[in-house]
């Protein structure tokens, strides 16, 4: 039996999309009509191991912690498909051992076994698809508990039907998004690892994993695409997509701090794409404006 679905982030509000968030959780529910996919962002498999080469940081691997909860959660929403926005592994090159051992096993695990997944690749995924994807010419898997593997290029597809008002495009955020994506209700990316920094009274602060949420600025969509897009017209009605930014699945890796203005943004359409961008805390909480968080 599925459950129920979660609550919309906008509490006391219209649900203004069919992507919503799983309360608690660094991921998204998307209704796409015909089926539901559960959206995940920069999963970074074999970061512990990044850690040690790159910075001489030594950090036992949470491999199995990222596969139970990846686990639980797909257990938990019961998606017809899995969506990964970008950056499912950390080497930017030819993974190694452990990196690729963490992938095997998550993939030959249940309940990821059985499901569909839709790979977006994302700066880190490297040349992903020469060893997770099957070989040309390997013959499909007969196995009707297998689910399909799709990877595709970083700067995304529209999920869902044509209609475009039911359409979710997904890319990771690293590079412009397709036209594809542009023309979809809404627009969910990764990359940016969205973070705020919070302080109390006392002086002592904590960093928190955020969603940002608001629409696409059509001024620096209109400088790169031009206006081959409704919404993009200079004396355009159309509305703007919407904008899900998605927080980071792996907790240890850092990321941009929204709201300290001294922070620059990795995407090359942020923050000047997001307008009206609000910062939401992974249990629902409304934070408002990222920017005077």
Not at 122 to 135: S, Y
Not at 179 to 201: K, N, Q, W
Request: proline share 9%.
């Amino acid at each position: 039996m599925r459950d129920s679905r979660p609550p919309d982030i906008h509490e006391n509000e219209t649900p203004a999309t069919h992507v919503e968030p799983v309360p608690g959780q660094p991921a998204a529910l998307a209704d796409l009509g015909t089926e539901r996919a559960l959206l995940v962002a920069d999963y970074h498999a074999g970061y512990e191991a990044g850690l040690r080469y790159e910075r001489g940081v030594d950090v036992p691997s949470h491999a199995p912690e990222r596969r139970d909860r990846l686990s639980s959660l797909i257990e938990r929403t019961d998606p017809d498909r899995l969506v990964v926005l970008g950056d499912l592994m950390h080497s930017i090159v030819d993974p190694g051992g452990a990196e690729r051992g963490e992938l095997e096993v998550l993939f030959e695990s249940e309940p990821l076994r059985s499901l569909d997944v839709t790979i977006v690749k994302g700066n880190h995924d490297g040349v992903i698809e020469t060893w997770l994807e099957p070989a040309d010419g390997a013959a499909p898997s007969t196995d009707s508990q297998t689910g399909s593997l799709t990877i595709v290029s970083g700067d995304g597809i529209a999920l869902g039907p044509d209609d475009s008002e039911r359409s979710v495009g997904v890319c990771h955020g690293h590079t412009w998004p397709s036209r594809a994506v542009l023309d979809s209700s809404v627009v969910c990316l990764g990359h940016e690892h969205p973070c705020v920094r919070l302080e109390d009274e006392v002086g002592g602060s904590r960093v928190e994993r955020v969603w940002l949420r608001g629409r696409l600025d059509p001024d620096p969509f209109r400088d790169h695409f031009g206006t081959t897009l409704p919404w993009l017209a200079d004396d355009s009605r159309a509305e703007p997509p919407q904008i899900i930014v998605l927080p980071a699945f792996n907790e240890l890796v850092g990321g941009t701090w929204v709201n300290l203005p001294e922070q620059s943004f990795l995407s090359p359409f942020l923050p000047d794409g997001l307008a009206d961008g609000e910062a939401y805390l992974l249990d629902g909480t409304r934070l408002g404006p990222y920017e005077s968080v």
